[in-house]
């Protein structure tokens, strides 16, 4: 009972917690209804907790009413004959048997069999780690996935499953989702012969088109199966996917659960302790292992990282992660090769040399590079691996690079002379590519400063504001601004794809956050304000000792805040960064938009979830990026350079939209240029018809080419509340470079293009050996089987039976009483009446023609 209900308490936690294993699509199985049964009671015994008693009642009063007649007609036995003697003591017993009967209250009743059947979940690894192709089909090596799904979809391993019990797959990775059910199949026999969806075609014989019918079904199913069990999932969570199957509440006892893994357990629960539990809920779980348990030998360009934005003649940093297993201690040549545009010659730039000092260890290799024509640039990373490298697939990344001659123009607002407006207003002056304009709300006119430009108010005109490309704002008084220059700064960010970096504080921010009038400013900020009056923690600035920024995954994934040129890197140096001390309380982040961090005092906001101290989002064409608070000067204490990198990397994030802002159709924006493989990348499109109207059309496509040149089509939808925006995403299911290309329906001669790459998390691949001991443990705690491969488990071997012979059904069987039959009984009532009043007048009307009296 300790055990079980620890495991209630798991599955409760892991559907509370962010990425849980849930399933609410799962509906609840009904059991079965057989047929009616009718049978026929004693209304009157049931009235009774001991019917013996009543028994014993009518035995004792039925014996004294036959002595009673046999002493009368004994008595009168002279005066009759014998056939009158005999006949009138028949009717005098009949009238009271029928009595008796009406007292013991004959029903009728229609009860029904409730059939529960039994249930088996097999559950499906969809890790990115099931990509791994080490398994083997005939002469191939296939993926661990395929391997998996080829089992369930052509051996008899579910055929055998539905002849006891009701059947559910779903696949696992952070969540639990369920992608196929079958019902019992009580026809099926669990022989060998067929596959597991060859019941749909066997219940088809009708002939050739009903078999036909089976058929399509049945490529269906499989197709569902395949396409629902690919490997995107960045996390594995083995643990809390069997807490929440044991836990799930539906119909029907859970007589086992099937688990196809790796055994690749990175986050959650403990797989252990839910197979303690198991064990006394007398579900047991049958593990399958997939995958080798010898370490892979695989060298691969894990990331080729390039600034996406660069100046002519200017020196870039271009760095190739560099990753392998099995090779430690030796080194490689990574080659860099540039095209510059489409059709042009590619041309080597680079060579260097790389040496892995460990296993699973990421190395940097960096290339410098100074860009001389104006366009777009494309890279090319290429590792020369060794022959017995067992995957060449992942030996090449590319990237891209806008050189543009134009600076970046900034304009930076400041209530006051923070620190961090002093840092950035320095660093921009200093940088050759960029120009600063400055508006020191509080200052006095005619305050010098290390500006190209001192503005004593917002700018009143487009010709004004539209010539920046990003506004920086530290918490600014936008009270400051009248409706027409609000109207102004919201068409710009939407329109002309403006870039905001917009930091709370603690002096105007609760202000203009509560004005009638600025809604549309409100409207531009990625988060939700508190917009009622006197509650304590409005404005939250608090905390005598600094709290560090607890970053998402979206935020340790986004390049734009590192603080190192590898993923390891940035998290060891945010990571000694001590963190600040207070964050703007507000409600939340908006629908739509990216958090990427928090701020981690416990005590600090108004809800469960910490403060948003970082968070960005589109809004129209332009991006605004939000800060909690004005504290990143803090960096410095660590190295200056960690401040101007950040800051110069925000820049050039929230500027994206501006680099194709001379073009003549429109511009095609992502969130960022690279993702990790299962992230669903948001594809946004701003069009205009060639007479620069905005383009009024319900849908565009845009053409996503993948690695190994695999393409589809996305839809983007129009935004009916901005017209001339489109809307579509799509999900990175393999590493490598994905080209979106859009060409818009008003001049198809000129084509959109934006480039992003995808990549692993190191989390999946971090240890890629099957972990054998894991799987064993959880088989033989919960009291089941582990079995080496999916074809073991399938087929058997010498020592194990086929896996699906192995769980008994718990299927049960209720006899659920029905209503008393109310028309039988009336009928049954009347009959008995008349049969005891027959009796009676019949005896009464033979004894006066005897003469008796």
């Not at 005098?92 to 029928?98: C, D, I, N, T």
């Not at 839910?274 to 990331?303: F, H, M, W, Y």
């Not at 494309?378 to 090449?396: K, T």
């Not at 669903?680 to 905005?694: C, G, I, K, M, N």
Request: aromatic fraction near 8%; charge should be negative.
């Amino acid at each position: 009972m300790i055990a079980w209900n620890r495991l209630l308490l798991l599955a409760q936690t892991t559907a509370e917690s962010p990425g849980a294993a849930t399933d609410p699509a799962t509906p609840a199985v009904a059991p079965t209804l057989g047929e009616g049964l009718t049978s026929y009671r004693f209304g009157r015994l049931e009235q009774f907790d001991d019917p013996r008693w009543l028994w014993l009642g009518v035995a004792v009063a039925a014996v004294l009413l036959v002595l009673f007649v046999v002493w009368q007609y004994r008595r009168e036995h002279s005066a009759l004959p014998t056939w009158a003697t005999f006949a009138l003591g028949a009717l005098r017993l009949a009238a009271f048997a029928g009595a008796i009967l009406f007292f013991l209250d004959p029903l009728k009743r229609t009860d029904q069999e409730i059939v529960t059947e039994s249930r088996v979940t097999v559950l499906v690894d969809a890790s990115q780690s099931m990509a791994v192709e080490d398994e083997k089909s005939g002469d191939d090596g296939v993926s661990r996935s395929e391997a998996v799904l080829q089992v369930l979809a052509d051996s008899p391993l579910i055929r055998e499953l539905r002849s006891q019990h009701d059947v559910t797959v779903k696949v696992f990775d952070a969540e639990v989702r369920r992608i196929q059910q079958w019902k019992r199949d009580k026809a099926a026999t669990g022989g060998r012969v067929h596959s597991a969806n060859d019941a749909a075609t066997e219940s088809n014989d009708d002939g050739d088109g009903a078999r036909d019918g089976g058929r399509d079904e049945d490529r269906d199913q499989r197709s569902r199966l395949f396409d629902a069990g690919k490997p995107i999932g960045a996390e594995t969570r083995l643990g809390d996917a069997l807490a929440a199957t044991l836990a799930e509440p539906v119909a029907g006892q859970l007589a086992g659960v099937f688990a196809f893994s790796d055994g690749g357990q990175n986050l959650g629960v403990d797989p252990l302790a839910v197979a303690d539990a198991a064990a006394i809920a007398k579900t047991p779980i049958i593990t399958v292992g997939v995958g080798s348990t010898a370490p892979r030998r695989n060298l691969r360009l894990q990331e080729l990282i390039a600034p996406s934005r660069a100046y002519p003649e200017d020196k870039v940093a271009v760095r190739a992660l560099v990753q392998g297993e099995g090779y430690a201690g030796r080194s490689f040549d990574v080659e860099l090769y540039a095209r510059e545009g489409e059709g042009s010659a590619e041309v080597r730039i680079g060579q260097e040399s790389v040496t892995l000092n460990a296993d699973g260890e990421t190395v940097p290799v960096e290339f410098d590079i100074e860009p001389s024509v104006i366009g777009r640039l494309e890279l090319e990373a290429r590792l020369v691996a060794p022959p017995d490298d067992q995957y060449s697939d992942d030996n090449r990344r590319t990237a891209e690079i806008d050189v543009v001659e134009t600076s970046t123009k900034v304009l930076l607002i400041a209530s006051g002379a923070t620190r961090d407006y002093r840092f950035l207003r320095n660093q921009l002056k200093r940088d050759r590519h960029a120009n600063v304009d400055v508006w020191l709300q509080m200052s006095p006119p005619g305050i010098s400063q290390d500006a190209d430009k001192v503005l004593q108010e917002f700018p009143k005109t487009k010709d004004e504001l539209f010539d920046y490309d990003v506004i920086v704002a530290f918490d600014p008084d936008w009270m400051q601004l009248d409706a027409q220059q609000v109207d102004l700064l919201e068409q710009w960010v939407a329109e002309e794809a403006g870039g905001m970096i917009v930091v709370a504080g603690p002096v105007h921010t609760a202000t203009w956050a509560q004005s009638p009038e600025h809604g549309k400013i409100r409207a531009l900020y990625p988060v939700e304000f508190q917009r009622r009056m006197g509650l304590l923690d409005d404005g939250l600035y608090g905390s005598p000792t600094p709290w560090q920024i607890d970053f998402t995954r979206e935020g340790m994934e986004a390049d734009f805040l590192w603080l190192g040129d590898t993923p390891e890197e940035n998290r060891a140096r945010w990571g000694r960064f001590p963190g600040v001390f207070g964050c703007y309380a507000v409600k939340g982040p908006k629908p739509g938009a990216q958090v990427y961090g928090r701020y981690s005092d416990p005590e600090a906001g108004i809800s469960t979830e910490r403060p948003v101290y970082f968070a960005d989002q589109f809004y129209g064409a332009g991006r605004v990026f939000y800060m909690g608070s004005g504290e990143l000067w803090r960096l410095r204490t660590l190295d200056p350079g960690y401040y101007e990198r950040l800051y110069t990397q925000l820049v050039r994030h929230v500027s994206q939209g501006r680099l194709l802002r001379g073009s003549s159709t429109g511009r095609l924006l992502v969130e960022r240029d690279r993702y990790f493989v299962g992230d669903t990348v948001v594809v946004r499109a701003q069009l205009s018809t060639p007479d620069r109207e905005p383009l009024v059309a319900p849908r565009v496509s845009a053409r996503v080419t993948g690695p190994n040149n695999a393409g589809m089509n996305v839809e983007l939808i129009a935004d009916e509340s901005r017209p001339g925006n489109f809307v579509g995403q799509f999900t990175v299911s393999n590493e490598g470079s994905y080209r979106i290309e859009l060409s818009p329906p008003g001049d198809p001669g000129e084509s959109l293009v934006k480039r992003i790459t995808a990549a692993v998390p190191d989390l999946e691949f971090a240890e890629t050996r099957r972990n054998e001991a894991l799987l064993t443990a959880i088989a033989a705690r919960s009291g089941g089987k582990y079995y080496a491969s999916p074809a073991l488990a399938a087929n058997g071997d010498s020592g194990l039976p086929a896996a699906g012979t192995l769980i008994e059904s718990q299927a049960k069987t209720e006899i659920v009483r029905g209503q008393p039959d109310k028309a039988f009984a009336e009928s049954l009532h009347r009959w008995l009446l008349a049969g005891i009043c027959g009796a009676l007048c019949l005896e009464w009307l033979l004894r006066r023609l005897l003469k008796l009296a």
